[in-house]
């Protein structure tokens, strides 16, 4: 069975240019949730799906983040436009259901350098 | 807010000895988990803990939860080299995760 996908692995863009990250969350799962790393701090919470609808989205920074999960499926998180601070490690994870001992499972991260 | 602490950041041991790394939380959580991270690659789940007095084993490492006093502990018995990477414990509230610093741990043979 396959992990969480991202793609790409690594980004580097200038600062004012957009930049769109996708995630394929394990197949079957419902729930999606897109997680963050800036330079030295905490992995940071940015939102939850429940197959297309955002559950809570209490950890986007700004209206510069724009995330979506058309279908249900696999959900892009798009930065328009980047500033320097959003450089960092995003991540993406997904679960079959909430409760129990049910776990996320992550992808590997997207690099994102904003110069 | 919750807040996770998460110490040591750093911790550098020899083979075959034990060790502790600790994660105190601020609140109430529904569960907390254990994840391993080898630089580069992803989060790996080593446990998930849900109940006070929650055990669980796999290997060398032991996690376990205290949820009166809001703290887990993830023990590292007779470290081996294959052991080194950075170890997450992260809160779950709501289906949020809070994620503790991580703490660094690299094995000397």
């Known amino acids: 069975e396959a992990g969480v996908t991202q793609f790409p692995s690594h980004s580097v863009i200038e600062k004012g240019q957009t930049v769109t990250l996708r995630c394929d969350p394990i197949?079957?799962?419902?729930?999606l949730y897109w997680y963050r790393r800036v330079m030295g701090k905490e992995i940071k919470f940015l939102l939850h799906f429940v197959k297309e609808s955002k559950q809570d989205e209490s950890g986007m920074p700004n209206n510069r983040f724009l995330a979506e999960r058309t279908g249900g499926t696999y959900s892009t998180l798009k930065v328009q436009p980047a500033e320097l601070e959003d450089s960092g490690v995003y991540f993406c994870?997904?679960?079959?259901?909430?409760?129990?001992?049910?776990?996320?499972?992550f992808g590997p991260g997207t690099r994102l350098l904003v110069l | 807010e919750l807040k996770v602490e998460q110490n040591p950041l750093f911790l550098s041991m020899q083979e075959g000895k034990n060790y502790t790394i600790y994660c105190n939380y601020s609140t109430t959580s529904d569960r907390l988990y254990w994840y391993r991270q080898d630089p580069g690659k992803s989060l790996e789940s080593l446990f998930v803990l849900l109940s006070n007095g929650a055990v669980k084993q796999e290997g060398r490492l032991m996690a376990s939860l205290d949820t009166k006093a809001r703290l887990s502990t993830l023990h590292i018995t007779a470290a081996v080299h294959d052991l080194s990477a950075t170890y997450f414990c992260a809160v779950d509230k709501n289906e949020k995760l809070t994620f503790g610093t991580g703490t660094r741990l690299t094995i000397i043979p």
């Open positions: 994870a997904s679960s079959q259901r909430a409760g129990g001992e049910e776990t996320q499972y």
């Open positions: 197949s079957g799962h419902d729930n």
